[in-house]
């Protein structure tokens, strides 16, 4: 039976914990307490800290009785992490805390697959939650006052926080039926080809479009790793710049890596692989002097040199080795981006030849990873055309 899992530390918010999970039983809703608490729990609870701590990599050993404060955080943050999607039972979660309740329950959420109902009332909730959402889905709710202690307000707050879980849980999206999705990544300066491209398959598949400005790629591949892309078009891979070079776009060590665990049929490309991205009065000292080009007023790119052309090519390649699923790489051989073209401000065809070099070196292309060139430029119709006909090849 599918339970709505009620989260909190029922050692310092027991009251509005219990508060909580009455007020979903009473819409008639399964409900399991849950304890991430590292003291002794104030009120009854269904699943013990005990029993989540014993998920953490050390045992409960590396979370409970443990004095320091931040360490035990730390530890609980972990093993309910390891904890929540271990579960089959789960309709919904919610969650209540402050700092320390609400960095180890949104861990354990970003964990969980996207769609499953997810609910974190914190005193964290109306400043900025980047760091707790990430690319999940939680909806984060403000609790206005603190929780130490019910009061009028707080008791209104959590009834609303109860009965919109209650509902979630009890009627869940139906099951995405029709077309299946597939995940596309693009930049300004690279829409003319995923544009292209989208039109080309949208008759037949859910055309996803991410705008690859860090986010946009975690958010592409947290929906593969959740089972819920039947493929891959990522043109624009421009986020690993930012990640190697200190931009403020970047993607994390991790990028490609759901295209690893979930072998599903992948094409990429360099797509605007020339630029890294800065806030445009932020700029670092150490690049003082390089090729800017100001995007718009708010963002300043700076054209990625040859050295740093060699390290993208083969920190991509390197990650694409690992896939084991179908994998077509395209490289267009006249540019990269509507700014790496002949007479625009990046174009460097000594540095994209580096580039592309670099990839099909590391990439190691077999007959399941291949790599094309085309005498093409990324925004020409023909290379969004070769790019809808590769993928379709790989997706049979």
Known sequence: MKRIYVVGTADTKGEELAFLADAIAATGSSVARVDIGTRGATVPVDIPASEVAAHHPDGASGVLGIVDRGTAVAGMSAAFTNFIPSRDDISGVIGIGGGGGTSIITAGMRALPLGLPKIMVSTLASGDTAAYVDVSDIIMMPSVTDMAGLNRLSRVVLHNAAQAIAGMAARPAPVATGKPALGLTMFGVTTPCVTAIADQLRANYDCMVFHATGTGGRSMEKLADSGLLAGVIDITTTEVCDLLFGGVLPATEDRFGAIARTKLPYVGSVGALDMVNFWA???????????????????????????????????????????????????????????????????????????????????????????????????????????TAAFLDIAR
């Open 281 to 387: 009065p932020t700029i670092p000292e150490k690049f003082r002097g390089r090729l800017f080009y100001e995007h718009n007023p708010n963002v300043t790119l700076m054209r990625t040199t040859v050295d740093e052309c060699r390290g993208i090519g083969e920190w991509i390649g390197t990650r694409l080795a690992r896939c084991e699923g179908p994998v077509h790489f395209l490289i267009p051989e006249k540019g990269v981006s509507a700014l790496d073209i002949e007479g625009g401000a990046f174009f460097d065809p000594e540095a994209d030849a580096v580039l592309f070099d670099a990839v099909e070196r590391t990439i190691k292309p077999n007959a399941a990873r291949r790599v094309t060139r085309l005498p093409l430029h990324i925004n020409d119709p023909e290379f969004a055309k070769a790019a």
